[in-house]
């Protein structure tokens, strides 16, 4: 395994953000290369834009869920609740940097989110992806995903479905298994 495999591996890799996390965040969109960065925000933006990003992501309606590489964080999905829908609704966004990418990492992200939505009665995600962002339509297909296009955005539905005993078993076990994880990665760090 080459030092940009990935082990795709969810429990073990991928953990909720939390306020700590941030610089980390910060640090992984900035690392996006031009197109990654473009299709992750729909245009090329800016590194303040970058930071506005992160400094707003600090917020209750909003979940983050990244995945490391060891202790680098090289991909995260976002979860953010749609006030005022109904039925109840979030959108999703990902990033995953580019040397990572083609491994299975959007996917597990993807199962992540999707688990968190309909741990917390979300009936429908949506995402909002460049029509041409093949990568991003096959992840939204693959789940079940409805299509709308308009003006060269594809903004996508995927039926996120009730809470049920195996997405809490998911999200639980995964927390539990990425912060394991975190910490072990950690030690490691200090011991060497």
């Given at each position: 395994?080459s030092?940009n495999?990935f082990d795709?591996?969810p429990?073990?890799?991928?953990?909720?953000?939390?306020?700590?996390?941030m610089?980390?965040?910060?640090?992984?969109l900035k690392?996006l290369?031009?197109d990654?960065r473009?299709?992750r925000f729909?245009?090329?933006v800016?590194d303040?834009?970058i930071?506005?990003h992160v400094?707003?992501?600090?917020r209750?309606?909003?979940?983050?869920?990244?995945?490391?590489?060891k202790?680098k964080?090289i991909g995260?999905?976002?979860?953010?609740?749609l006030?005022g829908e109904w039925?109840?609704a979030?959108?999703?966004?990902?990033?995953?940097?580019?040397?990572?990418?083609?491994?299975?990492?959007?996917?597990?992200l993807?199962a992540r989110?999707?688990?968190?939505a309909?741990n917390?009665?979300?009936i429908r995600?949506?995402?909002?992806c460049l029509?041409?962002?093949e990568?991003?339509r096959h992840l939204?297909?693959k789940?079940?995903a409805e299509?709308v296009t308009?003006?060269g955005e594809t903004?996508?539905?995927i039926?996120?479905?009730?809470?049920?005993?195996?997405?809490?078993?998911?999200?639980?076990?995964?927390?539990?298994?990425?912060?394991?994880?975190g910490?072990?990665?950690?030690?490691?760090?200090?011991?060497?």
């Open positions: 395994m030092d495999d795709p591996n429990s073990s890799t991928i953990r909720r953000l939390w306020p700590t996390d610089d980390a965040y910060r640090a992984h690392r290369d031009p990654s473009h299709a729909g245009g090329g800016s303040q834009y930071d506005t400094d707003s992501s600090l209750m309606d909003t979940l983050l869920f990244g995945a490391f590489d202790s964080l995260v999905g976002e979860l953010r609740l006030f039925p109840m979030a959108e999703a966004a990902f990033s995953v940097e580019r040397t990572y990418q083609d491994h299975g990492l959007g996917d597990a993807m989110v999707m688990a968190a309909r917390r009665g979300i995600l949506s995402m909002i029509s041409h962002n990568r991003m939204a297909h789940h079940h299509f308009n003006d903004e996508v539905w039926p996120s479905g009730s809470a049920i005993a195996s997405t809490i078993i998911e999200e639980t076990f995964g927390e539990t298994g990425g912060l394991l994880n910490l072990f990665q950690w030690t490691r760090m200090k011991m060497a």
